[in-house]
């Protein structure tokens, strides 16, 4: 898909307060620092368009980008973010989840994951509540460029047997790097294919 156009829409405190939800919306989320905002940022060949940080906890707020004039893609707040209070956690908790519950034109939920680390039970814990409650997601590994392509794909091949100790079959499956601007593409060929744009 060519990125003809992204702009910011707006921040949201609530799940409430989102854009009408009158066109097909596709999320990221995953861990504070994982790289949300930075792979928003080189899906849509912008430097800028969502706010970055080397400090995990800077996005806070959900926020909507308006692309192609089609579609929105949305980046959310990290969860599991140790260094806020337990009752700042749970306000982060409690927006996340109530947006997914809720949004009603979300198509897919895009998990995104660091491809350094062993499965992290976070990580896990979270897609096993997304299978519960019936929310369609893929996931996404992040920061390909920081191992070598072999010790990539290991680290990969861990977390779906990991996955498959629970889930019958596997989601889709990305791996992407927004420093070298790998594996965009598939995810953007992705959100045209499920949308027909
Ligand atoms: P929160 O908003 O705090 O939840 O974080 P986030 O998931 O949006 O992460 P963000 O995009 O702000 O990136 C966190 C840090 O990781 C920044 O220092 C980025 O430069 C770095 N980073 C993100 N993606 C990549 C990547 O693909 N490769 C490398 N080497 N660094 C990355
Ligand atoms: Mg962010």
New binding site residues.
Partial sequence: MVIKSAEFVKSSGKWQDCPEPNIPEYAFI??????????I??MMNRKDL??????????QLINHFFVNEEWYLT?L??YG?ARVSKVQRKDFEKLITNYILNRKNLVNLFV?IDVRHTPQKIDIEFIEWCGENGIPFSIIF?????LKPNAVLKNVENYKNELLKTWEGLPEIYI?????KEGTEAILSFIAKTNEF
Avoid: C
């Fill in positions: 995953g861990r504070s620092n994982v790289g949300k905002s930075s792979l940022n080189a969502a706010k970055t940080s080397q400090t995990p906890g800077k996005t980046d707040p990290g973010y995104l992040t920061k390909s460029d920081k992407t790097s927004a420093e070298k």
